[in-house]
């Protein structure tokens, strides 16, 4: 039997977008989220394109538009496991964590912070530390706490199992899903820049990711919009910037990110907004500004005090006693190849698809570096950067095309 339902995998900013474009002309819509809240990586920015607002002034009213359709249905903390089915009749089984907190949105902040132990918090990059009972994200939907279980002591659970809305009970559970057409929207992670050994990532304390640098640029992150050496809270005066790290090369992701060069022209304005007497240097490949971002990038450019630097960094190297990070550098146009000093230095590190070296439950075609590359004649469809690296503007316009394209797959049948 078919269904005009429609499954949209991720709860991030292109999968919340699909699914209320299509609820919104009266299908029923399922999102499955993995993590706890939704999201995604846009509520990890500070700021984002093209507005450079921060992800309040579009989130908020996403999460505001899901409330008020009663088509629309969540599952947080979910993965699917199982699909099966074909085209206008899939069975989809979806798994859902325990969240060990009852529904309702009580303030859970005093409880967590009996907890003895902190644990890295995954939100901040490594940066923050949280409490086992977390609510970490800014604004969040739903606003509901979360129990990380796994990471409590036997006396923190003793602590929590007085209150009446932490159930330690809870378990998984399985709930199955009738769709007529699936889109993922899975979004994209940072590339685990561990593996650039040659650029000193995970080693080397000042040099950080760009994803890492807007948290500490965000006013609700670790250093409360701080930008702060992580090695001794000092205020950076040079900071360089390292593209493609880990983009356009063999040994890594073989494709250009889209998104790096106007992320590092974005954070150069804030270094240069918070630190008016800061140098910044941006050491690249080519310098991509795509579209509209041109004159953006030209008015960044224009400030005497940030240098753009056509060069292929080939080694990192930390000053031990001062925490300082020393670039050699071969300067592409002049080919002298030159140490230099930064405070602070931040790896442009690529966006790989979510899903990549992951086993989907759905046969769909999915390409070597993780990207789903097919799939439609079965009426599943790709959105967002799932399919490609794309910035939060196009992401959304991916969205609404892959749910147009659900809807009449569901109708055409």
């Not at 008020?68 to 993965?79: D, G, M, R």
């Not at 063999?250 to 590092?264: F, K, R, T």
């Not at 590190?349 to 990549?356: E, L, V």
């Amino acid at each position: 039997m078919s269904s005009n339902a429609i499954l949209v995998v991720g709860g991030g900013f292109s999968g919340i977008t699909a699914a209320l474009e299509a609820a919104e002309v009266g299908h029923e819509v399922y999102i499955v989220e993995k993590n706890p809240f939704l999201g995604g990586r846009v509520m990890q920015l500070n700021k984002y394109f093209p507005k450079l607002c921060p992800p309040s002034c579009g989130l908020e009213i996403q999460f505001q538009r899901i409330k008020n359709n009663k088509n629309v249905k969540f599952f947080t903390l979910a993965e699917v496991t199982k699909v099966t089915g074909k085209a206008g009749d899939y069975e989809v089984t979806v798994k859902i964590k325990p969240r060990f907190v009852e529904p309702g949105s009580v303030d859970l902040s005093d409880a967590a912070k009996k907890l003895s132990k902190d644990v890295k918090s995954d939100f901040e990059l490594g940066l923050g530390d949280r409490k086992a009972l977390y609510m970490d994200v800014p604004f969040a939907f739903p606003n509901r706490y979360v129990l990380d279980k796994e990471r409590c002591t036997k006396e923190d659970l003793e602590v929590l199992s007085g209150s009446d809305v932490i159930n330690l009970d809870d378990a998984p559970k399985e709930i199955v899903l009738k769709v007529g057409s699936i889109v993922y929207a899975t979004g994209w992670k940072p590339y685990d820049v561990t593996r650039l050994t040659n650029l000193g990532a995970g080693e080397i304390a000042n040099c950080v990711t760009n994803m890492q640098l807007e948290r500490l640029a965000s006013p609700n992150g670790p250093t409360c919009g701080n930008i702060v050496r992580p090695s001794d809270g000092k205020a950076p005066r040079s900071v360089a910037f390292v593209q493609c790290a880990g983009s356009r090369d063999e040994n890594h992701l073989n494709y250009c990110s889209y998104i790096c060069c106007m992320a590092s022209l974005k954070q150069a304005a804030y270094v240069r907004e918070a630190f008016p007497d800061a140098r910044v240097t941006i050491y690249y490949i080519d310098l991509r500004t795509p579209g509209r971002y041109d004159n953006f990038a030209k008015r960044i450019l224009d400030d005497d005090r940030i240098n753009a630097v056509k060069g292929k960094v080939a080694a990192v190297a930390e000053d031990a006693g001062t925490g300082d990070v020393i670039l050699t550098v071969e300067d592409a146009v002049t080919g002298i190849k030159s140490d230099n000093r930064f405070e602070l230095v931040v790896l442009a590190t690529g966006m790989q698809p979510s899903i990549a070296g992951e086993r989907l439950p759905v046969d769909v075609p999915v390409d070597e570096m993780g990207f789903i590359v097919g799939g439609e004649e079965k009426g599943i469809f790709a959105a967002g950067c799932a399919a490609t690296p794309l910035d939060v503007m196009k992401s959304a316009q991916s969205a609404t095309g892959a749910a147009m394209k659900a809807i009449a797959s569901v109708r055409g049948r």
